[in-house]
């Protein structure tokens, strides 16, 4: 309560500050995460419509079942992932829980090790704008994405899940997406309205969040006289973007710069994981493999990175 009290009066007594940083967030939910997410979160639900997991999933099996032992169909959300970055992992991984193409243990693992930033965000905010290097930001990059599959590797043996030994067939992949398609009894106008409102609520969810975020790491700034390091990491901690912006402006090297910058973006900052925790909140999947995976995440991104950068 008293909590909500000083927010309160924070609001009303520093509106400029507030409304800046909500400017901010809009700013960033507009330029970045919608044009980003938007069109992969639309392209998923379609997919998933017209059997591209069942097709994804064939082929991928021996693979993920191998390296990760867990069920073929995870490759879809990992390959989603990469592409799209998160909290795309958790929307995609909660469509697959409720239709049944995963269990919850399986959920719940892929969660842990397809936790990727946008591509674009890393090669073109961060490298661009905030460090003004390509070359790091395509370090950061690989840090990231490699420490994933490792966080993979690792957990490899956590509710591994029943492995089928299968062949590798194209033409069952084939047939598998053609009876899915054939077999679904949705128009494609109605899928379209679905995906388009699925899509447009979790955007408005994030937007949401990082909002509120946004919102305390400036009352935190306003009231703390903090370095502006600690400032970056507290922001960072809090809000992954604004986290990064402050971390941009430290009077250090680009290559310690991209040093904390994977550590942020890795963890991802209270924000994501509230995104996360929003979205698979009406399901069994379990949120503590995740957070225990991105605490790992964070220091496997920062030391290969800095090994990255000593060769």
Same mark, same amino acid.
Request: hydrophobic content about 50%.
């Given at each position: 309560?008293?909590?909500?009290? !000083?927010?309160? &009066?924070?609001?009303?007594?520093?509106?400029? @500050?507030?409304?800046?940083?909500?400017?901010?967030?809009?700013?960033?939910?507009? +330029?970045?995460?919608?044009?980003?997410?938007?069109?992969?979160? !639309?392209?998923?639900?379609?997919?998933?419509? &017209? $059997?591209?997991?069942?097709?994804?999933?064939?082929?991928?099996?021996?693979?993920?079942?191998?390296?990760?032992?867990?069920?073929?169909?995870?490759?879809?959300?990992?390959?989603?992932? /990469?592409?799209?970055?998160?909290?795309?992992?958790?929307? &995609?991984?909660?469509?697959?829980?409720?239709?049944?193409?995963? +269990?919850?243990?399986?959920?719940?693992?892929?969660?842990?090790?397809?936790?990727?930033?946008?591509?674009?965000?890393?090669?073109?905010?961060?490298?661009?704008?905030?460090?003004?290097?390509?070359?790091?930001?395509?370090?950061?990059?690989?840090?990231? &994405?490699?420490?994933?599959?490792?966080?993979?590797?690792?957990?490899? #043996?956590?509710?591994?899940?029943?492995?089928? #030994?299968?062949?590798?067939?194209?033409?069952?992949?084939? /047939?598998?997406?053609?009876?899915?398609?054939?077999?679904?009894? %949705?128009?494609? $106008?109605?899928?379209?309205? #679905?995906?388009? !409102?699925?899509?447009?609520?979790?955007?408005?969810?994030?937007?949401?969040?990082? @909002? @509120?975020?946004?919102?305390?790491?400036?009352?935190?700034?306003?009231?703390?006289?903090?370095?502006?390091?600690?400032?970056?990491?507290?922001?960072?901690?809090?809000?992954?973007?604004?986290?990064?912006? *402050?971390?941009?402006?430290?009077?250090?090297?680009?290559?310690?710069?991209?040093?904390?910058?994977?550590?942020?973006?890795?963890? $991802?900052?209270?924000?994501? *994981?509230?995104?996360?925790?929003?979205?698979?909140?009406?399901?069994?999947?379990?949120? %503590?493999?995740?957070?225990?995976?991105?605490?790992? *995440?964070?220091?496997?991104?920062?030391?290969?990175?800095?090994?990255?950068?000593?060769?």
């Amino acid at each position: 309560m008293i909590c909500l009290i !000083v927010c309160g &009066y924070e609001i009303l007594s520093e509106s400029k @500050t507030i409304m800046d940083a909500v400017n901010f967030s809009l700013n960033i939910w507009i +330029n970045n995460i919608f044009p980003s997410l938007f069109p992969f979160f !639309v392209l998923s639900e379609i997919l998933i419509n &017209y $059997g591209f997991i069942e097709l994804i999933g064939e082929l991928f099996k021996p693979l993920f079942e191998k390296l990760f032992k867990i069920n073929g169909n995870a490759a879809f959300i990992f390959i989603m992932s /990469l592409i799209s970055g998160t909290p795309g992992n958790a929307k &995609y991984t909660r469509e697959l829980y409720l239709q049944n193409k995963l +269990n919850k243990d399986e959920a719940s693992k892929i969660l842990m090790f397809s936790h990727f930033t946008n591509p674009l965000f890393i090669l073109g905010t961060i490298s661009i704008t905030f460090l003004n290097d390509k070359k790091l930001g395509i370090i950061i990059m690989i840090s990231e &994405y490699l420490s994933n599959i490792i966080i993979g590797l690792l957990f490899r #043996n956590y509710k591994p899940s029943k492995i089928t #030994n299968d062949n590798f067939s194209i033409k069952k992949a084939i /047939l598998q997406m053609h009876y899915k398609r054939i077999n679904n009894n %949705n128009k494609f $106008g109605t899928i379209i309205t #679905n995906s388009l !409102v699925n899509s447009i609520n979790t955007l408005l969810l994030i937007l949401g969040v990082i @909002t @509120t975020f946004l919102i305390i790491s400036t009352i935190i700034d306003n009231n703390f006289q903090l370095s502006l390091l600690n400032k970056s990491l507290i922001s960072g901690f809090l809000e992954m973007t604004q986290g990064l912006k *402050h971390i941009s402006l430290l009077n250090v090297s680009n290559n310690y710069k991209a040093l904390l910058i994977c550590l942020v973006i890795s963890f $991802g900052g209270l924000s994501v *994981h509230t995104q996360v925790l929003s979205i698979i909140s009406d399901t069994e999947i379990k949120y %503590n493999p995740f957070l225990i995976a991105r605490i790992i *995440h964070a220091c496997l991104s920062f030391l290969i990175c800095y090994i990255i950068l000593m060769l």
